[in-house]
């Protein structure tokens, strides 16, 4: 198969090119810089904002694997952040229809669901979040990745092309450095120690442990820290909290979800010969939480609004579920990243 791989030199493009090469594809990666490579696939200058050059890129593919984008929102301008994301892939999406193109993989975010870079407060409905679960954007970058999903739909119901929009979370690459593993299993280590105090802790004093965290996550989201300005709003100068313990509280905005690049590579393979049709979005991650904890003591801990369970979870299993991709595209991870 011939595929078009867009920001194949990227964090997740790089492990995605390998996999797909490796696996015998002939492939073609193009991003905006001309200095960059791809071993073992072919590389040229493409910018996804100008659609005659998506259009001479597509040509003669079989299959697109859409990963250019601002990867995160940190001193993007609103309008520049979603002209990229936004147009860059309705025209990736419309150079695939025109060529005859029908099936394309596309990376989305687990911020299409809209609570890690939000700027109010979400709960969700209920636990483990699932692709039916609605989504609630309130930041420009969550929700150009919102509106990626809903171009695919579209293009779905105009011209039968396929697609899945892969809801990646915190994608990491497995340290090689012996100290590099060291320090991030001493990281993990002291989280879990910071999770069983919380949980032996009667109620009226975790609550009031947290509360500090809790008021300057919430004050400080509200500045919109990720958007340009947010120094003259005050987002820097607002006096940070306990250092470990805040670490682990803001990852309850992404629900402690994460996924080796190796595993992301997976996705974007089976997406692309996986035998379904429609355009689906599906969450992919580790089948288990970054730390490591019982995962009801972490949503009793962090979320104690959210009652409601669809299905029962067992130990460590992710508050975030990958049974549609399971199912779908036989999405199964084999590096969990907390067994570094």
Known sequence: MRVLVT???????RAAVARLVASGHDVLVVGRRPD???PGAAYAVCDITDFGGVREAVRGCDAVVHLAAVPSPGGVRG??????????????FEAAAQEGIRRVVQASSINAFGAFFGVVPLEPRYFPIDEEHPTYTTDPYSFSKEVV??????????EGLSSVSLRLPGVRRAPTDPQKIERWRQRRDAARALVGELAAMDEAARVERLRPIREWADAYRALRPHEPGAEA?????LPRPDGPLLWVYIQRFDFWAIVDDRDSAQAIERGLTADYEGSHALFVNDRHNALGCDTRTLARLFFPKVHEWKRPVAGSESLVSIAKAEELIGF???HPVGGW
């Open 79 to 92: 309008p520049e952040l979603f002209r990229a994301n936004a147009l860059g892939t309705f025209h990736v």
């Open 36 to 38: 960059m490579d791809a």
């Open 233 to 237: 709003r005050g987002a820097r100068a």
């Open 7 to 13: 920001g194949g030199t990227g964090s997740v493009g």
């Open 149 to 158: 999903e809903r171009i695919a739909d579209y293009y779905w119901r105009r």
């Open 332 to 334: 199964d991870p084999e």
